[in-house]
């Protein structure tokens, strides 16, 4: 988010959402200065900044980055997260960090308007949060997909390194194949899925009419590189 082009674009905002630590779908991460400017923005014009964390616990490069969160000062910042990527999707439980002052505010609202979570799924949570399970969890599938990452993008590569190339990222649950050749990638998408695979174009992800062709492909459940490889054999008859 380049904040001076926000401002600009909506000068009398009183809220800006955001996602920090991995932009969705390139992956990349809000630089300090401009962190500092957003932080800035909120506390001068008492406005809210949301800060959606929806995977920042998968970054192989480097030590998770810390929150936004973490540098306000001001109480400004509203921390997202969810347990459905970190534990389990079938969990739908998520969790909003707010400041002190407004807990009581947001439990009422949320108990007015949301449609709650159960009690006990929330309590087995809370154990597993107290007790290290879910940090120790975080640790070891962050290295299970470091692996997966690895030896999917040596897999694709191998196949179809004429034809496309993988983008580098430093985290998320996804790889972004940048595709040669002028190929479309809606097209190519559409292909796959008829194919039974899956993969999005990253034309549907952008407003740009002159978008670079790119898939965005999972690679959290491919267990090895000939896994991949096998894979990869089946797109390139797709191409």
Do not use: C
């Amino acid at each position: 988010m380049v904040i001076s082009d926000g401002l600009k674009a909506a000068h009398g905002a009183v809220a800006a959402v955001v996602t920090p630590a991995h932009q969705s779908p390139l992956g990349m991460s809000l630089i300090l200065p401009r962190r500092l400017a957003l932080l800035d923005w909120a506390a001068k014009s008492k406005s809210w900044i949301i800060e959606d964390d929806y995977d920042g616990e998968y970054r192989y490069v480097s030590r998770p980055l810390p929150a936004l969160k973490s540098l306000d000062r001001n109480g400004r910042v509203l921390y997202s997260g969810t347990f459905s990527k970190v534990l389990f999707p079938g969990l739908r439980l998520a969790y909003l960090v707010v400041p002190e002052d407004l807990v009581e505010r947001f439990e009422h609202i949320s108990q007015t308007l949301a449609g709650g979570s159960p009690e006990l799924t929330q309590a087995i949570v809370t154990a597993f949060i107290k007790e290290g399970h879910v940090a120790r969890h975080i640790q070891r599938m962050r290295k299970l997909y470091a692996q997966r990452r690895k030896a999917t993008a040596i897999g694709l590569e191998t196949v179809l390194g004429k034809h496309m190339s993988i983008a580098s990222q430093p985290g998320g649950m996804h790889l972004i194949l940048q595709l040669k050749n002028q190929q479309s990638d809606r097209l190519l998408s559409a292909r796959m899925r008829e194919s039974g695979l899956y993969a999005e174009a990253l034309a549907d992800w952008t407003m740009l009419s002159e978008a670079p062709a790119a898939l965005l492909v999972n690679f959290t459940n491919i267990g090895s590189q000939s896994v991949a490889e096998h894979l990869a054999k089946r797109i390139l008859q797709l191409m």
